[in-house]
Nanobody, 116 residues
Framework: QVQLVESGGGLVQAGGSLRLSCVASGSIFGINSMGWYRQGPGKQRELVATLTTGGSPNYADAVKGRFTISRDNAKNMVYLQMNSLKPEDTAVYYC??????????WGQGTQVTVSS
């Protein structure tokens, strides 16, 4: 089992920035990918950014050039730096981990609201 806890969400004006954090605990040794997903009002959950161990980050087209995903393996953390935020970025943001054998875990989510 892996436990994921997100933090850093909040209310920000359009054009502003936020940094989301996610800390992993539990059976973390088998994690090979961590990432961020989001679910906006009335929308399906969608990929924002993922980062596989030893690999390059993968971003959704909607956030390329504005968001940056990073990991601190020593602290078991993954971050999402979000710049130039837009109202359409408003969503609940979820941290997700995927293990070597495909096990997937989700955090409880953190709300990001961007006002126009």
């Amino acid at each position: 089992q892996v436990q994921l806890v997100e933090s850093g969400g909040g209310l920000v004006q359009a054009g502003g920035s936020l940094r989301l954090s996610c800390v992993a605990s539990g059976s973390i040794f088998g994690i090979n990918s961590m990432g961020w997903y989001r679910q906006g009002p009335g929308k399906q959950r969608e990929l924002v950014a993922t980062l596989t161990t030893g690999g390059s980050p993968n971003y959704a087209d909607a956030v390329k050039g504005r968001f940056t995903i990073s990991r601190d393996n020593a602290k078991n953390m993954v971050y999402l730096q979000m710049n130039s935020l837009k109202p359409e970025d408003t969503a609940v943001y979820y941290c997700r981990s995927r293990g070597n054998y495909g096990a997937i875990y989700w955090g409880q989510g953190t709300q990001v609201t961007v006002s126009s």
